[in-house]
Structure formats: C-alpha cells, structure tokens
C-alpha cells in the first residue's frame, strides 16, 4: 500500500519569506509520479507538478522549486519570496505503475500554508 | 474549453434519502475518479474507473454507489447507507498529462 506524509499541518509566515512544505511518500513499485496540487479556498484543485520515479532532477518554475530525493523518500515544495495569494492548502500526491497510475492518486493530509501581509 | 464539469456545486440532502453527483468530461479520459474531503482531510477515494462498464471500490466505497455507462459520464450516488455524507467531493479524469480534477460539490445532510 502506499502513504504519503505531511507533517506539517498548518504553517504562517510572514510575505517574502521563503517557505517549505515537506512530503515523505511510502511505496515498494519502482515506478511511480509525484504530484504537488494547490487547493484555495473555492476548493478546485490546482495542479502544479508531477515528476516520475525516475526523474530525481530538482525543478523550478519562478517562485517554486521543488526537491526530490530518492533516498529519503520525500519530495518538497519551495516558495521563494511568498506573496499573499500563495495561502492555500498544498496537497502532496503520489500514483504508481507506468502510465501515471490508472489505479488513482493517494494523498497526504495537507499543509494549510498562510502567508501573512 | 475541455475539462471536468461537477454540479451541482452545492447539495443539501435530508438524512435518509438517495442522491447522485454529475460528473461530466470532454477529455477523452478513459479513467475517472471520485474523491472525497473532510476538513483537515486529504482526498480519499470513492471509487473509480478505468473503463465504460466497469469500476473499482477505492478506499472508502461503502455507502456509495457508482456507474459508468458512457466515457463522458462517471456519476455517484450517496445512498442512506453512507452514515456521515456531509463532504465536499471531486471528480477527476487521467490521461496523458496527468490529472484534472472537477471545481467539486459540496454536499451538506439537514
């Protein structure tokens, strides 16, 4: 079975500081997608990455970056330089077998990310 | 624009009675999925299909009910079985680029 972990359940800071949400997955396949989505609260789903099992490159597209390591089982989530309107609830993701996983998405908890003025 | 389309957006339901949640794609997904959310909840899956005329239970399938008798068209039912249907659930369709998920329904029990 697989499981996905963040522990940070709730974080505020203050805007233009940096800010990084953990996620440790769990899986014995070897072949497997992460995903980052963001949910505001009108409550849709905001896809924001996905990265296969065997692409352990770190990414950055603007503010956000994010760091996967195999051999820690985690793949984080980097907003550089916060702004107001990235206070959302972030949820980390994870699907396995090739072709994306047709057998769903299970995903962490949620980390409740509050960037104050 | 293609997309996930859920209605209604908000549902409110009498304790004991049936009702089903549309879900509609025009992605050509062959698979599709529903979700559900609880406050401080990550998603939990419903069930979901891979195929017309066929389905799987997820992880959390008791008390709901689903069919899939078009590509386009993956709808649940929330039956009087389900003991605490108050949720807000979202459908999703995969395919080449990943996952797309539906604006969701908010289903409230009175």
């Known amino acids: 079975a697989q499981k996905v972990t963040q522990a940070q359940t709730e974080i505020s800071v203050v805007e233009k500081e940096d800010v990084t949400l953990d996620c440790v997955y769990e899986t014995r396949d070897t072949t497997y997608y992460l995903f980052w989505y963001k949910q505001p609260p009108s409550g849709e789903l905001v896809f924001l990455i996905r990265r296969n099992s065997f692409d352990e490159q770190n990414e950055i597209s603007g503010r956000y970056s994010w760091n996967f390591q195999k051999s820690t089982s985690s793949f984080n989530f980097t907003i550089t330089a916060s702004q107001v309107v990235d206070s959302a609830v972030y949820f980390c993701?994870?699907?396995?077998?090739?072709?994306?996983?047709?057998?769903?998405?299970?995903f962490g908890k949620g980390t409740h990310l509050i960037i104050q003025p | 624009d293609g997309g996930i389309t859920q209605s209604p957006k908000y549902l409110f339901r009498k304790e004991g009675q049936n009702v089903t949640l549309s879900c509609e794609q025009n992605?050509?997904?062959?698979?599709m999925y529903w979700y559900r959310q609880d406050p401080g909840q990550g998603l939990r899956l419903i069930y979901y299909?891979?195929?017309?005329?066929?389905?799987q239970k997820g992880d959390i399938a008791e008390g709901y009910s689903v069919s899939r008798e078009k590509k386009e068209s993956f709808p649940l039912t929330v039956t009087s079985a389900q003991k605490n249907p108050t949720a807000f659930y979202l459908c999703?369709?995969?395919?080449?680029?990943?996952?797309?998920f539906g604006s969701g329904t908010r289903l409230t029990v009175v």
């Open positions: 999703a369709g995969q395919g080449a680029g990943g996952y797309t």
């Open positions: 992605l050509n997904h062959d698979a």
């Open positions: 993701a994870l699907s396995v077998g090739s072709g994306g996983g047709a057998d769903g998405l299970t």
């Open positions: 299909s891979q195929i017309v005329n066929d389905f």
